[in-house]
């Protein structure tokens, strides 16, 4: 295991790692460096320390990695369908297996599996693992993570990717866990190292202000989850074939730790902001929750669906599963209308891959005009009523 030592002939005791210590693990005792208990070898005192009295030694795991061949996509499924960042994954997926010179696989768990394995070819799979229950047409974290980590084990792919929706932000943890490997979550980009054949994984860090490419050199599957909308699907090819892998899924009802009584959805029209063509997004700068109801106006006379920032959600403005940005929904849209957004990094980071956007501020200087395709300087209150009343002319 990891271990860290003072190699006390050499402590001057300058305490420059007592202050760059982040968790206090380090005390001056007589004059000379000691760590703690509660050390976590982040290694910020060695490099703090200018006489090389501090060293860290870190056990390099040497797995045998030659077994592990493929990529896999988790086929996430909702009522029976494939939901649409499933095939955003083959899409990418695709390109990552032609890379390494192996094949792509999907691994679909549910209920109904008439035509599944046939949409997953469709889509640039090669092989499609089937697990078809009764059991599993709703989601439940042990049967599914149980069935995903079987597989994974038993047929050993060097990447696995799963969608960063509410299901596969569940379902990618728990099967890590299972398996000991890593876990880069909410991915925006994916790529191969060719020289080492290993999947490096960008995501947003430290609030979106900077972009974190991880790798996992030592350990396989290499997992990620990757948000919605941020690739590209390949065009159908209709008849494509490939080889299908029936999976018996060996679980009970008896395993049951969770019973489904009942799905309530909160609202009966409820738009998927990652799905709609058109959205219309508000901001603080909308004033009150009241105010929403003109965004609402604006979206239902093009037939847009309802965003909103953050900044209103956490107000209590408008539901959570409105929200754009780094913690809320990734979207791309054709058209995205930001009303009273000001266009803060965490906000464009969810939105700024729309085909056109168009922003309303009365602030000149918001960030939002930066990444908008067009840009109206003006109050929203006067703005967006104007909007409805030309959108409803042209309309007639």
């Known amino acids: 295991m990891d271990n860290i030592k003072v190699i006390i002939e050499k402590c001057t005791g300058c305490k420059l790692c007592v202050k760059k210590c982040p968790f206090g693990a380090v005390e001056l005792v007589d004059k000379k460096a000691v760590i703690r208990d509660n050390c976590n070898l982040c290694g910020a005192c060695a490099e703090a320390c200018k ?28 009522e029976g369908r494939i939901v649409p960042v499933t095939f955003e994954l083959l899409g990418e997926g695709r390109k990552l297996a032609d890379k390494l010179g192996t094949e792509l696989a999907a691994v679909y768990i549910g209920e109904k599996t008439q035509g599944i394995a046939e949409e997953l070819f469709a889509y640039g799979a090669d092989k499609a693992y089937i697990a078809g229950s009764p059991l599993m047409g709703l989601y439940r974290n042990e049967f599914y993570a149980r069935v995903l980590t079987r597989l994974v084990t038993e047929y050993k792919p060097e990447i696995v990717l799963v969608g960063a929706t509410v299901i596969g932000r569940s379902l990618a943890p728990s ?31 430290f609030g979106g202000n900077i972009m974190a490419t991880i790798i996992s050199p030592n350990h396989r599957p290499q997992m990620a989850t990757v948000r919605p909308r941020v690739m ?3 065009a159908k090819q209709a008849g494509r074939k490939g080889e299908v892998v029936t999976v018996d899924p060996k679980i009970s009802a008896e395993d ?66 409105h929200q754009v940005g780094q913690t809320g929904k990734t979207v791309c849209p054709k058209l995205y209308i ?44 006067e703005v967006v009523p104007l909007l409805v009343k030309k959108f409803k002319e042209a309309l007639k």
């Open 232 to 234: 590209k699907r390949i």
């Open 51 to 78: 006489s090389g009295a501090i060293e860290i030694t870190r056990k390099v795991i040497h797995a045998d990695l030659s077994a592990y061949k493929g990529v896999w996509v988790f086929a996430e499924q909702k």
């Open 256 to 321: 049951a730790v969770v019973e489904i009584l009942k799905i309530i959805k909160p609202e009966e029209q409820v738009v998927d902001l990652q799905e709609a063509d058109i959205i219309v997004s508000g901001g603080r700068g909308i004033g009150k929750a009241e105010n929403f109801s003109l965004i609402r106006e604006l979206a239902e006379t093009i037939g847009g669906a309802v965003g909103a920032s953050r900044a209103t959600v956490d107000a209590g403005w408008i539901p959570s599963y």
């Open 175 to 205: 099967v890590a866990a299972r398996i000991k490997c890593g876990l880069t979550a909410d991915c925006t980009g994916l790529e191969i190292d060719t020289e080492k054949k290993i999947l490096m994984q960008t995501r947003p860090a």
């Open 338 to 381: 930001a009303c009273g957004i000001s266009g803060q990094v965490q906000h464009l980071v969810g939105m700024q891959g729309s085909d056109v956007i168009v922003a309303v501020n009365k602030d000149p200087s918001a960030p939002i005009f930066n990444v908008a395709t067009y840009g109206i300087v003006g109050d929203l209150f």
